[in-house]
């Protein structure tokens, strides 16, 4: 690639999963996640977001699913998320009952 071709946006991946605070929590316990951020590929995201969650205290978590953003979401949960994946942040989104 040189200086005259557009670069491409970095791949957004969004991470799906649940996670506990303490390791004695049931199952009923969990809080779902959704984890956005950028990633050269599906490991280095995996790793990169049980990082992030261990960072922020989790002591569990269980990840489901995994895919790639599809340009900026309308939903405007994730605006600031995706904005702050794009700044190279993993960017947590929580859904508590």
Do not use: C
């Not at 949960?77 to 700044?87: I, M, S, T």
Request: glycine share 6%.
């Amino acid at each position: 690639m040189n200086d005259n071709e557009l670069e491409l946006d970095p791949v957004v991946y969004i991470v799906i999963g649940r996670v506990w605070e303490n390791e004695d929590a049931s199952p009923d316990d969990a809080i779902t996640i959704h984890a956005l951020l950028t990633a050269p590929d599906d490991d280095d995201a995996v790793r990169k977001t049980l990082e992030s969650l261990s960072a922020q205290g989790f002591a569990e978590a269980e990840l489901d699913q995994i895919g790639v953003m599809d340009g900026e979401p309308d939903d405007p949960v994730y605006e600031g998320a995706y904005q702050d994946a794009l700044a190279g942040n993993v960017a947590i989104v929580t859904f508590t009952a």
